[in-house]
């Protein structure tokens, strides 16, 4: 995928230095802050940012700086592993189906469209309540209802493309179904997937982060933004910082896989249209 | 007529998909590791407190004549009692329901209050400087999670300066009312700047369409053409967008209700699923599939009245 890069904006490339430094954070958080996320200091309880805790410290005396900081791995973490999987399995699905076609592909169709009719969220919440809270639940929750976008997406295409010429070429060459599937089907789809997934990210990060912060996600002590601000919840009327951080960081990560994700697709959709 | 049968239709197919849901919601539950009396009860409980619990929620019977007691309850709406709330849950739902229901109707006022405007303005005057920002500020409302917004807006117009109380229900109308500014605010903003794009893009579509051309060579006043012929093909879309955005508030409620402290729907599931009261949690499950398809066929039908070229 060649892109021009000259053509995107100021803000796509603060928005690319914003998830730098976030991506930075999540592989080597000792670069930015010497302190242990979750190591307590009974000596310093809900100090305001001072000169050794620059975002200052919770209520069991731990640095807000450094738990926002190692939060970055596991928030980018679970964007990203929470949509791979179904963006994968999804992908899979909607182009055997889409490529076959037949009874197989109605029946499908049929339960998918049963199922999209169920907010994303709402049906998340529902099996996290079902199964139980937990990091390895939220990821079972969003993997069972992430796949149904990518296989609608990819079905719609295939099935135009594989009607189009060069298919019909490929066939006649005598090339099998799965390399006419993989070789010269799923590249064309390949853009579309590539956009949706990357908005994907960040709504899987959300995700992850407003069920920790109701408490149906990750843990306490583990830090993860949506975790330690609900855990600073409490002390908002006199500890503002502790939620305001980990917030600003959630917020400003959000944001700039947003502007990140548009400038990409603009430009993809720009090279697909010639 | 027609639309009769498609209503009667549609009923007829929700029958099915119900049952896959008691079966997932049913099945669901017992496939988790563990004893769901033990859990509720503690691992001290003694053998004669759980073959009790176990008899309450029916663990005693073969699997088939439970999943078989428990469509028969979910048809006749007949959850039993709350474990952790020791009241019928038909009551329970009773009472919340109305907090929950203001607090959509509320988010729902905003959502049309701020979109509709701000949408029409945008797409008329595209590229201008108000256009501009409020496109840069839908991306940011819908790039940050709902929970964040709701505490910005309550340390800004709680905390800091007294406007609006922390959270809570209160005890009268104007309490109520007030209580549930705030919430509604925190769930419209993201809906309405979903809403607000959705309403700009038609607008702009729908001015160069050849119909407004030909009603304004027409000579017809500008303000009609804008108000017959752009306004309402440019509303339907929107509210159709509006009733899916309605059906994810369920999510969305509780989230705020939970921040807000607001004693409805939302935040008693957050507490069932907090404190493993299943019953409550199964039939909560239940009664949101429900409300999701019930908005849906409410949204298919609206949809044909408002638009006359859609066939049901």
Redesign the interface.
Known sequence: MKIQFRKFSTIFWLATIVLTIVLLMSAVPGLFTGYDPIKQDMTALLRAPYKEHIFGTDNLGRDVFSRVVYSARLDLFIGFFAMIVPAVFGTLIGTLSGYYGGKADAVLMRILD?FT??????L??????????GIKNLFWAIWLVGWREYAKLVRSEVVVIKNQDYIAAARTLGYSDLRIMFRHILPNVLSTIVVYAITDI?MCM?MG??LS????GVPTPTPEW?AI?ADG?NY??TA?WI?AFP?IM??FT??S???VG?GLSGALIDRRNG | MDEFVYILKRILQMIP?LI?VTV??FF??R??PGDPALLMLGNRASDEALAMMHAKLGFDKPLMIQYFLFLRDCVLFRFGDSITLRMPITELFKQKAAITISLTAMTIIFDVLISVPLGIYCGMHKDSKLDTFLNSAS??F???????IG??L??LLA?RIHVFPVGGWGNSFGEHIRSLILPSLTGALMTSSLVMRNIRENVIKVLNMDYVDFARSKGLPEIWVRMRYVLRNVLIPAVTLLA?RM??M???S??IE??FALPGIGQM??N???A?DYPL??A??YL??LI??IM?LITDVSYSILDPRVKL
């Not at chain 1, 009719?117 to 709402?122: D, I, K, L, R, Y």
């Not at chain 2, 819908?142 to 964040?148: D, G, M």
């Open positions: 049963i009719a169920f907010p994303t969220m709402v998340v919440i529902a099996i996290v309540a079902l199964m139980g809270s960040m959300l982060a407003s912060f109701l408490g149906l949506g601000i919840k908002m009327m503002w939620i917030g959630l917020a959000g944001i896989i947003s502007i548009n | 998909v896959i997932l919601i669901g539950m496939m988790i991306l940011v819908v790039s940050i999670p709902e929970f964040l505490l910005v309550l340390m905390v899916m059906t994810a369920l999510a969305g509780i989230v939970s921040i599931m957050l069932a699923i907090l493993r949690v199964q909560t499950v949101f599939a999701v398809m849906n």
